[in-house]
């Protein structure tokens, strides 16, 4: 199980004095990629006009382009509301960038009232992410935006 609020501390003293946006987004994806069990993906996607581009992630290589509203996380982007998905199969329109991938988790990242991209952990466990974890990710990313409020760009 998780310690999602030793996670938070370790997250706001790993970025906090931080100003460079990429250099958090790359060491809050790697934290939270070697903090979770059973996850083999996890990585931010950057809102670029009307689609999400790929940033930095942990796990193999992955779609670059995803348009807003396509796939799981072109939903969360859409709808800006997180998307736990048990079953990926059984999600209409879902993305396969990696086959092992049976579960998946989006959160919409928020930084200053505005969307600038999407929080996707992937698992090959079939409905891997409960509603703690939801809970525990969704802090985890307000905090990390949270962060990121007031700096010059995302990525």
């Known amino acids: 199980m998780t310690d999602y609020e ?3 501390s370790q997250a706001k003293a790993l970025l906090g ?3 460079d946006a990429l250099a958090n987004a790359a060491n809050f994806v790697a934290l939270l990629y ?5 996850v083999n993906w996890l990585g931010i996607y950057v809102l670029r006009g009307n689609e999400l581009v790929l940033g930095p992630f942990q796990g193999r290589p992955a779609c670059v382009h995803i348009a807003v509203g396509s796939g799981v996380c072109g939903m969360a982007a ?3 509301e ?4 048990r079953d990926v199969h059984e999600f209409p329109g879902h993305i396969v960038c990696d086959a092992a991938s049976r579960s998946e988790i989006v959160v919409p990242l928020i930084v200053d009232g505005s969307l600038v991209g999407v929080l996707d952990i992937d698992s090959p466990s079939l409905d891997r992410f409960s509603e703690e974890d939801q809970a525990g990710i969704e802090r985890l990313c307000m905090t ?3 962060l990121q409020s007031g700096r010059a760009g995302f990525l």
Do not use: I, M, S
């Open 6 to 8: 030793l996670l938070d």
């Open 82 to 85: 997180t998307q736990r998905v």
């Open 78 to 80: 859409a709808t800006l």
């Open 17 to 19: 004095d931080e100003p």
């Open 34 to 38: 070697n903090a979770l069990d059973d």
């Open 144 to 146: 990390y935006c949270g």
